[in-house]
């Protein structure tokens, strides 16, 4: 896990629950695979809160081998690798920029909704 600027502190959450931390990148945390997506928080003074949601996605090698275990040995295996998330992966190298807090735009009024068309006067026949 790397950031820019170095120095952040990160949390891994899956499903409500922290899994790892890194308390200064660039750092690693070592987290069990699943078959649920994790979402990193980075923290740092001075910038904005960074986030990224890791897919838990499945393998190319592991989708070839779901294939031969349902020919070889009717699913049984690839039914306990999907259960438990052995057969799926996260990204492994994760970079996330951070943003100074005094480059985030003020909040300004948003756009009204009517079309331009419909704030003219309206024409008598």
């Known amino acids: ?3 820019n600027p170095p ?3 990160c949390v891994f959450d899956r499903l409500g629950d922290q899994i790892g931390t890194i308390a200064s990148t660039p750092g690693t945390a070592n987290i069990r695979k699943s078959k649920h997506d994790i979402t990193i928080v980075c923290d740092k003074p001075g910038y904005q809160q960074a986030q990224y949601r890791n897919h838990s996605g499945t393998t ?3 989708a070839a081998n779901v294939a031969a275990d349902i020919l070889l040995t009717a ?3 690839s039914i306990v690798d999907s259960a438990d998330g052995a057969d799926n992966k996260y990204d492994s190298a994760v970079n996330l920029t951070l943003i100074p ?3 985030v735009p003020a909040n300004t009024p ?3 909704n009517t079309p331009a ?3 003219a006067p309206a024409q008598k026949p």
Do not use: C, E, F, V
Request: glycine letters at 10%; hydrophobic letters at 45%.
């Open 75 to 77: 699913g049984l295996s």
């Open 101 to 103: 807090l005094d480059m």
């Open 7 to 9: 120095g952040a502190s």
């Open 117 to 119: 068309s419909s704030q």
């Open 110 to 112: 948003a756009p009204a």
């Open 1 to 3: 896990m790397t950031t």
């Open 60 to 62: 190319a090698t592991i």
